[in-house]
């Protein structure tokens, strides 16, 4: 997973990346194809808010949180990204039982 940082209005400091991608490396362990994810954070008056869009086994990712503190922030996006990547490893898992069982015919008594 690769990960790309931007800040508005802030400067990204290294303890704050670090959080970041140790927060982030989190979501390897559901084995989905996680490209790169583009994490976005930015500070408004007094609302700290990051946003995370990518690509996961070709279909889009994008979750958008606000609180008073970026770590908090950074807290709640890693959880709503965790909820739609088990979300969709839950679409991608096959939960039918498989066909391997083959009704037998019944043996005739001759």
Do not use: C, W
Not at 38 to 44: D, L, T
Not at 52 to 74: C, D, F, P
Not at 76 to 86: K, W
Request: proline share 3%.
């Amino acid at each position: 997973m690769n990960l790309r940082m931007t800040g508005r209005h802030l400067k990204i400091t290294p303890a704050l990346r670090e959080y970041v991608e140790t927060r982030f490396a989190r979501l390897d362990r559901y084995g989905l194809d996680l490209g790169s994810l583009q994490v976005v954070m930015g500070v408004e008056k007094l609302n700290h808010t990051a946003e995370v869009i990518g690509l996961v086994n070709g279909k889009t990712l994008q979750a958008k949180t606000s609180t008073r503190e970026m770590y908090a922030t950074i807290d709640d996006l890693v959880d709503r990204v965790d909820a739609q990547l088990r979300k969709q490893k839950g679409r991608s898992v096959n939960h039918k039982p498989s066909k391997s069982r083959k009704l037998k015919k019944p043996e005739s008594e001759d």
